[in-house]
């Protein structure tokens, strides 16, 4: 407990996501003890009065609870699992809040260690982008047991709006994926609809305008349509995290003995976007795979 | 023009869409004559205060504006073009506007023909459902020239609320068609979702709940997302209908030398409902072709 009263926390993994919520957790008054492979963001939030911690061993050992916020599966097993990590510095009773989007099936193997140690565990993924990030209205999707769902839900409240406890542990993985479903198909069935108008001599603005107004009214229609029309594919979130978190869903969906052709389809367009040197823009730059063939070459 | 100063309007095609647009504008004080393949809605609205034309050519002869409100392309150039048709009866300076969703190529050739016997014509094609249509809060989709744009908005005015001019002759059905596209794989989107929260073990309800809270948030995740929890798939808007709506979007595509890989996907869903026998049933019901094998099965 810091003086206050309140937790500290322990925050791993001060990118794109983790850098502005961290800075909210700081704002609302609570202690925190910062890691990050990269030291530039830890140098920024020491200088806004935040511990720097050595290791996420050192990180876990001044903390009552560990959030990590990091780019795939792997980083966070290592984080947490691997020399130096989480799981060897972590207090008996302190909780592990797994905040990245990776495979619902390390997100429970990663809090089953963590209950082995005696500690408390939740994945809990998140959306909303470095927008919720910074303005605090992330949704956010939580796996684990209700009474440390409970305990860990004023911190919640300080990262996000949209708060859901969907099951047990790995359930937020499972929610997670299923949003970057709808997320990637919707911005490809998007990026041609915006196409088919252009490609037929209409303009997408107004169709985009006149879109918002029915069915077909979404959030990524609103904001990655508008992306589209601008041609601004300034991350955002990155292309290349949206294609491994397709490979989650596909996965997922296979061990689940389900076909989803449209999350496949979607991977498929992702895979063609990084491999073809857009890895590193925004994700509605699916748009720019879409190109009508003139008359004469058809 | 009816004694009240307002123009009289034809309304030809008295369905699940026709009919509540119809009454609307009779609440708004608009004198109608109305017109429909079977007679039980005609007798509905007769005794409402319509008075009712016994052909398309005898709606024409007594109305300023003509409104068809079909379900197919060719619905569309028997009832205008055919015999005993609007075109035989339309009078010098009226206007046709076919609020149908049909070819963007069928609507041009349609409006040629009505500005050859001196009449005008919209394509204003509507998004929103029997809900939308009843409660007047229609997307409405227009193609044509600017003055008899305005000179029919307050019509339009009162059957929705998102009204845009999108070009030109055909504009309106290719704004439709992008439309269809969006909505069609979004709802294979949502299905994917909730089939794959569930085969996973986890609560679609809850799924829905978090997810309308982020980037996945949808019109469709909403309202279509709630009837596949329901498993409520009485129509709203038919599978069928959808089939043909995405047909129009895969061969504007292809007339326009684009590649929609997500709406092709949609069709083949659609064509796959259909085809088992659920043409009758809602669009939301693709999401009945999703069922995960199981485990004995894997």
Known sequence: MAPNGKPVIG????????????????????????????RGPVDELVKEGARAGSSPKDVAQQSDVVITMLPDSPDVEEVVLGKDGVLEGLRPGATLVDMSTIKPAVARRVAEAVVKKLGKALDAPVSGGEKGATEA?????????????????????????NIVLVGDSGAGQIAKAANQLVVGVTIEAVAEALALAEAAGVDP???RAVLLGGFAQSKILDMHGQRMLDGNFVPGFKAK????????????????????????????????????????????ALRTLLKAKSAATR
Do not use: C, W
């Open 137 to 161: 209205t992330l949704s956010i999707m939580v796996g684990g047991p209700q009474d440390v769902f409970d305990a860990v839900l004023p911190i919640f409240q300080t990262l996000g709006k």
């Open 11 to 38: 925050f791993i993994g001060l990118g794109i996501m983790g850098k502005p919520m961290a800075r909210n957790l700081m704002k609302t008054g609570y202690s925190l003890v910062v890691h990050n492979r990269g």
């Open 241 to 284: 995290l949206h294609q491994k978190d397709m490979r989650i869903v596909t996965e997922t969906a296979q061990e689940s003995g389900l076909d989803a052709p449209a999350g496949a389809l979607a991977l498929d367009r992702f895979t063609k976007l990084v491999d073809s040197g857009g890895g590193e823009k925004d994700h509605s």
């Open 205 to 207: 603005a107004k169709v």
